[in-house]
């Protein structure tokens, strides 16, 4: 049996050190075959092999170490209550450490002489450390029983050491007395760093719930109930839950579409923004397709459902953005060994701090010593390295499906701004794909051409070619399907059927050369002709004898030729692979601007000229939209899919162009620009803050300037640093393209 890959919501989790050890834990599990953690949305993306380990295992494992995994099939309405419920309480904590820490911080600095001012602000802080902020020490110990360490572990020892050494100067301060020393407490630095930690996740948790409001939006398309109506029955409002394929649904102006369907009655206009992101609403009638999420506008119809559920467009669309959204950037790779190891080289770091103070700091060694670690132990800040990439990927992923671009990883958001080479498939990429015949030219008889019709047709609707169906459209039907005894496609080539024992080839030029099929002088010229007007030709012959020919447009897409030359006005060199003749080719290639093209190009062929352009080191995004382009697809380095196209095509392609415009390439590009420089920002960032704050906090500047970090200052920047990050990644939603 096969793998099953599937995001499950992870809870407990506060840092990059958090998601490093879920991760590391999951791998280890029989039966998995690779993980990705994503802190900024607290999601696993596991792929696991249901007849080795199950969800319900993975949660029991995670549990042993701390963290949980929801797997029930409603985690997605649990978590959000979950995510609720705690922002609520970590915001009344919030609140309240502070309350009683500003008290703390006035007696601290400005009232130390008051009578029983120590005990008054142990007993302000006591609460702050063992109500309010109690997570911290929970969490910590917790880890810690496990043999692992996360960001929770550097706040309860820098609070919880600094409370205790507090507590023994207020109960005993004979001991220092006796030794000509001054008790000093650090009741202060306890309460506010506590406090400001809180304050820094609370503003933390509120900007992470904005990087994922694609999601939210995309979720909130889908109406809840439904028009149901049924022959001789009275309209009925159902639950969109109970919706089956089958099911009559009427929608009136204003509505949204619940499900994916064909309309059966009654004419519209639909605006399609929310899945195409085309903002003129699209006219609907009876016999075109309608999808979940969009918006009826005019008039009411009845509509047929086709997909529900998980089936429909929106929800391959959301499911793909939670699966991008979840996915790692190779930068993250580097990102998360670090922060693997990032809790214990602070620990090692402290320590050391707090032994050269020892040996090194004169007469007050032991607070000096004590200070130096308490407040490596507050500044030191993984969070802000765990999220500096996710959070710029989600908003990115986010926006980019909004615009009506679909990314399915973030290794393809990363390259993407390195793409200097482009190969553009011919039909339904650069034209409509919506082919049609123009002329049609028979060679025999009048009196044959309805027997020769009847066989035409009835090949045509075997095959699965785009031409085919122009073909069936372009023939007279009796409803009489004739019984073939053999029929093949020959890729790149046509198809051959047998009918009466004798061969039928339909099919292109080269087909036509490999069955020795002979063609009249005045066929050819009137050939020629319609190749010159970038019209392709489609041949049909009996055996050797060509019965008729047809010629067959295109049109091009009318955004096609702006989309090119953008596209070239960016460096960006622009290559057109089709399977068509040299001369329809050519026409097409110079009317949209295409200096690069090939002609009578087989599938293969299409992978193997990417292949070339990579030896040539090249950066290559191939964009196609059938099932011929699933190879070139795969070799790319960049793989677009037109949205319109097959789904083995968007199968394969890692980005998909919804409304198939090709201006959105370049848009593509352009947001993975946006997205990778805001990653290397937030990274710039988290480093350069952690490796100048861990060692002014050590007491780097002591020797020289005499300067000592506050562990309440401390406390502050390090809530900082990782509110920025998130704050930096929000900032692309508003950068213009």
């Known amino acids: 049996m096969s793998t099953i890959k599937k995001s499950f919501p992870v809870m407990g989790m506060s840092c990059a050190s958090c998601s490093a050890s879920v991760e590391s834990v999951l791998k280890m599990q029989q039966g998995v075959s690779s993980v990705s953690v994503n802190l900024a949305n607290a999601m696993a993306m596991i792929e696991y092999d249901p007849n080795k380990t199950s969800p319900e295992a993975l949660k029991s494992v995670l549990n042993n170490v701390g963290y949980d995994l929801l797997v029930e099939e409603e985690a997605g309405e649990q978590v959000e209550e979950i995510h609720r419920t705690q ?115 609370l503003l933390e948790e509120r900007a992470k719930s904005v990087t994922s ?38 929608v009136k102006p204003g509505e949204r579409i619940a499900v994916d369907g064909v309309i059966v009655s009654g004419t519209s206009f639909v605006d399609e923004s929310t899945i195409t992101g085309e903002s003129l609403p699209v006219e609907k009638m009876p016999g075109d397709k309608i999808f979940a999420g969009t918006v009826n506008q005019k008039g009411s119809f009845v509509f047929e459902a086709e997909k529900v559920g998980g089936e429909t467009i929106l929800a391959q669309i959301i499911k793909m953005v939670q699966e991008a959204q979840g996915s790692k950037a190779p930068v993250q790779k580097l990102v998360d060994k670090i922060a693997g190891i990032f809790v214990p080289v602070i620990l090692l770091i402290a320590i050391l701090s707090f032994t050269l103070w020892m040996i090194f700091g004169g007469e007050n060694a032991f607070t000096q010593a004590l200070l130096a670690m308490v407040t490596v132990l507050v500044i030191a800040c993984p969070c802000a390295l765990g999220l500096a990439t996710p959070t710029a990927i989600m908003v990115g992923m986010g926006k980019g499906a909004s615009q009506g ?26 034209t409509e794909g919506k082919p049609e015949v123009t002329d049609l030219l028979w060679t025999v008889p009048d009196e044959e051409q309805k027997d020769s019709g009847q066989i035409l047709l009835s090949i045509e609707k075997q095959s699965e070619h785009p031409l085919a169906e122009a073909v069936i459209h372009a023939l007279p039907d009796s409803g009489e399907r004739l019984p073939l005894s053999r029929f093949e496609s020959l890729t790149g080539k046509g198809v051959q059927a047998e009918y009466k024992d004798q061969n039928y080839f339909v099919g292109n030029e080269k087909l036509c050369r490999e069955a020795d099929v002979s063609i009249a002088d005045d066929m050819q010229r009137q050939i020629e002709s319609w190749q010159q ?156 803050y952690n490796l100048i704050g861990i060692p002014i906090a050590a007491g780097a500047l002591y ?24 704050t930096n990644s929000l900032r692309l939603k508003g950068m213009k393209d």
């Open 87 to 201: 922002y609520i309480q970590m915001q009344r904590n919030t609140i309240l450490a502070g309350v009683f820490s500003v008290p703390v911080v006035i007696i601290g600095m400005l009232l130390m002489d008051i009578p029983y001012a120590n005990w008054i602000m142990m007993a302000l802080t006591l609460p702050v450390l063992t109500i309010f902020g109690r997570k911290f020490f929970v969490n910590a110990t917790r880890l810690a029983l496990k043999g692992r360490s996360n960001m929770d572990t550097l706040v309860a020892m820098s609070t919880g050491i600094a409370f205790l050494f507090s507590l023994f100067n207020t109960v005993y301060p004979e001991f220092w007395h006796s030794r000509g020393l001054h008790p000093h407490v650090y009741y202060e630095a306890s309460a506010v760093v506590i406090a400001f930690v809180m304050l820094g996740k």
């Open 213 to 250: 409001s694609a999601i939210k939006k995309l979720i909130g398309l889908q109406p809840k109930t439904v028009t149901l109506v049924a022959e001789g029955e009275p309209e009925m409002e159902i639950p969109v839950s109970q919706v089956k394929v089958g099911f009559r649904l009427l």
């Open 405 to 430: 671009i679909l990314i399915k990883d973030a290794e393809s958001l990363e390259l993407a701004l390195r793409v200097n080479a482009v190969v553009l498939d011919k039909t339904g990429t650069i």
């Open 533 to 688: 007007q970038a019209k392709t030709v489609v041949f049909f012959s009996r055996e050797n004898e060509l019965l008729a020919a047809f010629a067959i447009a295109d049109r091009i897409k009318p955004t096609s030729t702006e989309a090119i030359r953008d596209l070239q006005n960016e460096g960006i060199e622009v290559y057109m692979l089709t399977g068509d003749h040299e001369q329809t080719a050519r026409a097409v290639a110079q009317s949209v601007g295409v200096n690069h093209f090939q002609s009578e190009v087989m599938p293969a062929d299409k992978a193997g000229f990417i292949q070339q352009l990579q030896r040539e080191g090249k950066i290559v995004a191939m964009v196609g939209d059938g099932i011929n382009d699933s190879h070139a697809l795969a070799q790319a380095d960049v793989s677009i899919a037109m949205g319109k196209g097959s789904d083995i095509a968007m199968d394969v392609a890692k980005m998909t162009i919804i409304s198939s415009d090709l201006r959105l390439i370049l848009q593509a590009i352009r947001l993975s620009k946006q997205t990778v420089r805001t990653i290397h920002q937030n990274l710039f960032w988290a480093f350069i």
């Open 703 to 726: 020797p020289v300037f005499g300067f000592m970090l506050n562990p309440m200052i401390a406390g502050a920047a390090m809530a900082f640093s990782s509110v920025s990050v998130v």
